[in-house]
């Protein structure tokens, strides 16, 4: 019952995520019409970085004491190339296919738990590792439709993400949440500067106030992401938030008039009943 009661807990936090994601992304399409990838990039982990400051000034700066930089490094190294990807695909697609391609992460996630983690590939999660690409085959649709760079970007996104909730994992075990985010907005920090030092521009204030949203939707989503993963493994946290390909698709249709397209929601499906056995096998695991 306790181990049950846990993964109940582990959800909680992944709707957390879930929901912090899509206000991110709403934010980060408005930001793209005005700003660079780059300049959002940069000005979210500055934002991010004083937050988190005053956080920690408050709980103790002992919080910040890590042993496992080099991990940290790799991590947002990795973090920060999704990101990348993850906001210039916002600019130039419609946000359910953003996210949509972007629930490859747990095909690329469970593969890579395995070279890293030393987890190991369970009957469930190959189902949900075939299935992860049938789905990601119907979304992208290689040979029936021109592919755009930003498909490219997304993708390559999803791998990135998959390597830096792979180092997530590794660091919960040590690290707190607080300190796992503080190195990513000071590592990402001066990742980001690079990008803005020859063209820097001053946000106006509604620009601002939507930098701020990005940061703290930021901020929340890593933290539930990071709480959840202290309680389940790594491959069963990242398919939990599933629930967003719909709610995104709607609000792109609502917003921004975006087209339905069946295709991507049936990729996505086809993605989400593979993780569903993957975690329903989980749970019953669980109970033995």
């Given at each position: 019952?306790?181990?049950?009661?846990?993964?109940?807990?582990?959800?909680?936090?992944m709707?957390?995520?879930?929901?912090s994601f899509?206000l991110?992304?709403?934010?980060?399409?408005?930001?793209?019409?005005?700003?660079?990838?780059?300049?959002?990039?940069?000005?979210?982990s500055?934002?991010?970085?004083?937050?988190?400051?005053v956080?920690?000034?408050?709980?103790?700066?002992?919080?910040?004491?890590?042993?496992?930089?080099?991990?940290h490094?790799?991590?947002?190294?990795?973090?920060?190339?999704?990101?990348?990807?993850?906001?210039f695909?916002?600019?130039?697609?419609?946000l359910?296919?953003?996210?949509?391609?972007?629930?490859?992460?747990?095909?690329w996630?469970?593969?890579?738990?395995?070279?890293?983690?030393?987890?190991?590939i369970?009957?469930?999660?190959?189902?949900?590792i075939?299935?992860?690409l049938?789905?990601?085959?119907?979304?992208?649709?290689?040979?029936?439709?021109?592919?755009?760079?930003?498909?490219?970007?997304v993708?390559?996104?999803?791998?990135?993400?998959?390597?830096?909730?792979?180092?997530t994992?590794?660091?919960?075990?040590k690290?707190?949440p607080l300190?796992?985010?503080?190195?990513?907005?000071?590592?990402?920090?001066p990742?980001?500067?690079?990008?803005v030092?020859f063209?820097?521009?001053?946000?106006?204030i509604?620009?601002w106030?939507?930098?701020?949203?990005v940061?703290?939707?930021?901020?929340?989503a890593?933290?539930?992401?990071a709480?959840?993963?202290?309680?389940?493994d790594?491959?069963?946290?990242?398919?939990?938030?599933?629930m967003?390909?719909?709610?995104?698709?709607?609000?792109?249709?609502?917003?921004?008039s975006?087209?339905?397209?069946?295709?991507?929601?049936?990729?996505?499906?086809?993605?989400?009943?593979g993780?569903?056995?993957?975690?329903?096998?989980?749970?019953?695991?669980?109970?033995?």
């Amino acid at each position: 019952m306790k181990k049950l009661n846990t993964v109940t807990v582990a959800v909680v936090w992944m709707l957390g995520t879930l929901l912090s994601f899509m206000l991110m992304a709403i934010a980060g399409r408005e930001l793209s019409a005005t700003l660079s990838t780059f300049e959002i990039l940069f000005f979210r982990s500055l934002v991010g970085l004083l937050v988190l400051s005053v956080l920690i000034h408050y709980k103790g700066w002992s919080l910040i004491r890590t042993q496992q930089m080099p991990t940290h490094i790799v991590r947002n190294l990795a973090h920060y190339g999704g990101q990348f990807g993850w906001f210039f695909g916002l600019a130039y697609l419609p946000l359910s296919d953003v996210f949509a391609i972007e629930f490859t992460v747990p095909l690329w996630t469970a593969l890579l738990a395995v070279l890293v983690l030393g987890e190991r590939i369970t009957k469930s999660r190959g189902i949900a590792i075939l299935l992860g690409l049938v789905g990601m085959l119907i979304i992208v649709r290689p040979g029936f439709e021109s592919i755009q760079p930003a498909t490219y970007a997304v993708l390559l996104s999803a791998l990135c993400y998959s390597l830096a909730y792979i180092k997530t994992k590794s660091l919960v075990g040590k690290d707190s949440p607080l300190c796992i985010l503080f190195y990513m907005t000071v590592i990402q920090l001066p990742l980001g500067l690079l990008g803005v030092i020859f063209e820097f521009n001053v946000p106006s204030i509604d620009e601002w106030l939507l930098i701020v949203l990005v940061a703290v939707t930021a901020l929340t989503a890593h933290y539930c992401i990071a709480r959840a993963m202290q309680l389940v493994d790594a491959s069963v946290v990242v398919p939990m938030d599933f629930m967003r390909l719909p709610l995104i698709a709607l609000v792109g249709f609502l917003l921004y008039s975006e087209p339905l397209d069946w295709a991507v929601l049936f990729g996505g499906c086809i993605m989400f009943l593979g993780n569903y056995i993957n975690i329903q096998a989980e749970k019953r695991s669980l109970k033995a």
